[in-house]
């Protein structure tokens, strides 16, 4: 799928080639942006903040903060072809005279491995899942027993170490014989079967008896349930959810034909990315609803509220097990994009081979991931700061490390980087390009800072 001719006026050449169209472009960055952050994070995350309220600002959040963010990520790697430290480094020194915003790619590749480190715990119980379901076992499941099963699978530590060394396995299996290889098959066909199949899942939602009840909790804001920590998570959510923040989309954008739109390929993502969150939520919340059961449940609403779906449905078994396998599809092609950064940089600057680096890199993730796994049983209950490590992880990645790095990537593509070099990979100075300028100059960098600033309580309320 990568082809080696650079396109059009490119002035650079990526070392790993080029993606052979735009549509394997948007396939791979709508396959990184669609994962378990749409359909395990997002109902979980808004279900704990109280909803509407929350989904709104998650909204504001990821059109006017994260499509900017995403714009500037993909031009960036674009116009450097690098891998993500690579690209900082020399548009650092060509735009603004300072090799430091090197330090900006590190962000990436240490973001990469702290998330994925958790991100492969959690679609490994995808994986475990999808056995479960074949086997039938959430056959006429009730909300006792669906709670059981969950409880008993997460808190066996040899299980999900063993699930999640399976999913780890077989991202390492794709980055090391390189991104384009069956990435453009697998979202091809993923995207729209899950999209087929969640429509089904809406279909029993609606039939629920609390269909009212559960959009009503995900449109209707009430701005009592959200302070200003739920405003810090909206955000990270947002930019979460569409993989920015920590130079994923960067290091996919050095493999961009040079003719490609940046903004119609960002605007695609974003839509297909936040119709799929919402859609998960419309199908969670009712079945919430119906059987009584917490929306603020945690990571484990997912995991505890579909089966039981499932174990009302004639041909259910089928159904969940093709739906699990989709979800741990949909996690892979995300997981990759996390290891990209990483895996390029090493390539690029030890000069080994992609195999090596993607082993290398992998075997780290591994290690650290049994932070995650230990924490939802042999370490449920060695809690500091934010909860367990894996809640720790999850806010220092999600709730700062994407915000503060989207903060400076607006920061260089905005304020750093000369007019001429943007507006060229934005495809001119037109209307879309002011808008562009404009939110990554002020409204981004403003709203970023104002947001942490309010969840550590430093800017008081005007009462
Ligand atoms: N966006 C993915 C999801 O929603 C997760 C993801 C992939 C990600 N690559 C990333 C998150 C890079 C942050 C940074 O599941």
Redesign the pocket.
């Known amino acids: 799928m990568l082809t080696d001719e650079a396109g059009g006026k490119s002035p650079r050449t990526s070392l790993h080639g080029l993606w052979s169209s735009k549509m394997a472009f948007v396939l791979a960055v709508t396959g990184?942006?669609?994962?378990?952050?749409?359909i395990w994070k997002f109902p979980y995350i808004a279900g704990q903040n109280g909803g509407g309220a929350f989904v709104l600002v998650y909204l504001l959040c990821v059109f006017l903060i994260g499509m900017p963010v995403m714009m500037s990520e993909i031009l960036l790697g674009r116009r450097g072809r690098r891998n993500p430290v690579g690209t900082m480094e020399l548009l650092g020194e060509e735009e603004g005279g300072s090799r430091n915003w090197r330090w900006l790619g590190g962000i990436a590749v240490v973001?990469?491995v702290l998330?994925l480190s958790y991100?492969s715990v959690i679609a490994g119980w995808t994986l475990g899942y999808v056995y479960k379901s074949a086997l039938g076992e959430f056959n006429g499941a009730t909300a006792e027993s669906v709670n059981a099963i969950f409880g008993g699978f997460i808190g066996d530590w040899r299980m999900v170490a063993l699930v999640h060394t399976l999913f780890m396995g077989i991202t390492v299996a794709v980055v090391a014989r390189g991104v384009e290889r069956g990435l453009e098959q697998a979202v091809r066909f993923m995207v729209p079967a899950l999209l087929v199949l969640m429509l089904a899942l809406l279909g029993y939602s609606i039939n629920s008896g609390h269909f009212a009840e559960g959009v009503a909790f995900l449109f209707a804001p009430n701005f009592d349930q959200l302070g200003w920590d739920g405003v810090l998570a909206a955000l990270g959510q947002a930019?979460?959810?569409?993989?920015?923040?920590?130079g994923?989309v960067m290091a996919y954008g050095a493999y961009l034909p040079q003719e490609t739109s940046i903004p119609g390929t960002a605007a695609i993502v974003v839509v297909a990315d936040t119709a799929i969150a919402l859609l998960a939520g419309l199908i969670i919340f009712p079945i919430v609803f119906a059987n009584g059961l917490n929306p603020a449940e945690g990571p484990g609403l997912v995991f505890q509220t579909l089966p039981h779906a499932f174990g009302q449905m004639t041909g259910g078994a089928l159904f969940a097990c093709i739906f699990f396998v989709l979800l741990s599809l949909a996690?892979w092609t995300?997981a990759i994009?996390?290891m990209e950064p990483s895996v390029a940089w090493v390539v690029e600057r030890f000069g080994r081979t992609r195999a090596q680096a993607a082993t290398m890199i992998g075997s780290i993730i591994w290690i650290v991931g049994f932070g995650t796994v230990l924490s939802f049983n042999v370490l449920s209950d060695f809690k500091f700061y934010k909860g367990t490590i894996f809640d720790n992880v999850d806010h220092l990645t999600s709730n700062i490390m994407?915000p503060v790095g989207g903060f400076f990537i607006v920061v260089f593509a905005g304020w750093v980087m000369c007019r001429n070099s943007s507006s060229e990979e934005l495809g001119g100075a037109g209307t879309i390009y002011s808008i562009w300028h404009f939110l990554a100059r002020f409204v981004v960098p403003v709203a970023i800072l104002f947001v942490f600033l309010k969840a550590v309580g430093l800017i008081p309320e005007l009462s």
């Open positions: 990184s942006a669609v994962g378990l952050g749409n973001g990469g998330i991100y930019f979460f959810t569409l993989s920015v923040g920590m994923a996690a995300s994009s996390m994407l």
